[in-house]
C-alpha cells in the first residue's frame, strides 16, 4: 500500500502541538487514588447451629475478632479502618486492646491462607449507653484498626442501610460466624464459616416471646428477633457481634448485629439483634466513610422466604449455650 508523504510543512507543527501536550502533561497532579470498593457487594471466586459451610469469599466483611490469638466474637467491616461488632464482646476489657486482633478474608480459621489479614486493635468504642448488662439495649461497639487494611476479593466492606429500608416480617436474612454448633460443641476443624438463612420476626412476636412479666419486657426499641419459633437452627457461642445481613436492591446490608438470645436454638427463643437502623447515626458520626444504600422508591426488599440460597442452617447460636445465658460470647 502506497502511503503518500507528509508535506515537510505540516510536520514541525505536529512535533510542536505534541511538546506543548507532554509540557502540559507533566505539570498537572497524577490521577487521583482510587476510592474504596462499593460496600455489599462480593467479587465472587469461584456452624451456627443447624448452619452449612459457606464458600470462600462469599462473605467478606465477616471478620474473627481473636482474643489472646483464639476466635472470640465475629464482626463486621465498615472501612479500611473500622469494624462493628457487640460491646460485651469487650466486657472487663475495654482497656486491654492489645489482647484482641481482627482476623480478615479467612474463610477457613484453622487455614487462614496466604491471603487473610490480621491486625491489631486501637481501641473498641462501645456506644455511650450500652450498660455492660446481659440483654442490654446498644450492644454494638466500634473497633478501630491499629492500620488501614487492603481491599481485596475476600476483604470488602458492607453497607449500612439508610432511611429508605423497611423489612417487613418474613423477610429472610442471613447470618455467618464461625461459633458453637451446638451447646458446648464448638465448630470442630478446619472452622468453616458458617451460615444460616433466618427470617425477620415480627416485633410484637418477638416481645411476646421475650415477655418477662411485670412490665418487664426485654426487647427494646432498638432489638429486633431472627430466626425460628421451632429452634433447631440459631446463632451460638462465639457468634456474638457477627452481622445479620439482608440483600436489599443486590446489595448486601448490615441490618443488625448477633447479641444475645436464651440458649441456642431453643424453642420460642429465637435469636436477638442489635438493629442498626436505629443506631445508624451514631455510626456515621465517628466512622469516616462508611456506606449506606438503600432501595427504590418502587421497589421492595429482595430476599423473601423461598430465596434461593439454600439453608441447611448455620453453626451456632449467638452466644453462651445455656438457657437463661444472654450473650451470645465466651465467658471472658
Not at 126 to 132: G, I, R, T
Amino acid at each position: 500500500m502506497v502511503v503518500p508523504a507528509t508535506p515537510p510543512t505540516l510536520r514541525a507543527p505536529c512535533l510542536g502541538v505534541l511538546a506543548s501536550l507532554l509540557i502540559l502533561a507533566s505539570l498537572t497532579d497524577p490521577p487521583p487514588p482510587p476510592g474504596p470498593p462499593a460496600c455489599g457487594k462480593r467479587l465472587q471466586l469461584n456452624r451456627i447451629v443447624g448452619g452449612e459451610d459457606s464458600s470462600d469469599a462469599e462473605w467478606p466483611w465477616v471478620v474473627s475478632i481473636r482474643k489472646n490469638g483464639t476466635h472470640h466474637c465475629a464482626g463486621s467491616l465498615l472501612t479500611n479502618r473500622w469494624v462493628l461488632t457487640a460491646a460485651h464482646c469487650f466486657k472487663d476489657n475495654l482497656d486491654k486492646p492489645t489482647q484482641f486482633s481482627v482476623l480478615l478474608g479467612a474463610w477457613q480459621l484453622g487455614n487462614p491462607g496466604p491471603r487473610s489479614q490480621e491486625v491489631g486493635i486501637a481501641w473498641a468504642q462501645p456506644h455511650p449507653v450500652y450498660s455492660w448488662k446481659e440483654g442490654s439495649r446498644a450492644d454494638i461497639a466500634l473497633v478501630h484498626l491499629e492500620h488501614a487494611i487492603q481491599f481485596s476479593e475476600r476483604v470488602l466492606p458492607i453497607c449500612l442501610p439508610d432511611s429508605t429500608v423497611q423489612l417487613s416480617p418474613d423477610t429472610d436474612c442471613w447470618i455467618a460466624g464461625w461459633g458453637s454448633v451446638q451447646d458446648g460443641v464448638p465448630l470442630p476443624h478446619p472452622q468453616t464459616l458458617q451460615k444460616l438463612k433466618v427470617p425477620i420476626i415480627d416485633s410484637a412476636t418477638c416481645g411476646r416471646l421475650y415477655w418477662r412479666g411485670a412490665g418487664q419486657g426485654a426487647i427494646t426499641e432498638d432489638m429486633l428477633c431472627a430466626g425460628y419459633l421451632e429452634g433447631e437452627r440459631d446463632a451460638c457461642l462465639g457468634d456474638s457481634g457477627g452481622p445479620l445481613m439482608c440483600q436489599v436492591e443486590g446489595t448486601w446490608l448490615l441490618v443488625g448485629v448477633i447479641s444475645w438470645g436464651e440458649g441456642c436454638a431453643e424453642r420460642n427463643r429465637p435469636g436477638v439483634y442489635i438493629s442498626l437502623a436505629a443506631h445508624r447515626s451514631w455510626v456515621q458520626r465517628i466512622v469516616q466513610g462508611v456506606q449506606l444504600r438503600g432501595r427504590s422508591q418502587r421497589g421492595g426488599p429482595t430476599g423473601r422466604r423461598g430465596w434461593a440460597l439454600g439453608a441447611r442452617g448455620r453453626e451456632a447460636p449467638r452466644g453462651l449455650g445455656t438457657r437463661g445465658d444472654l450473650s451470645r460470647s465466651p465467658p471472658l
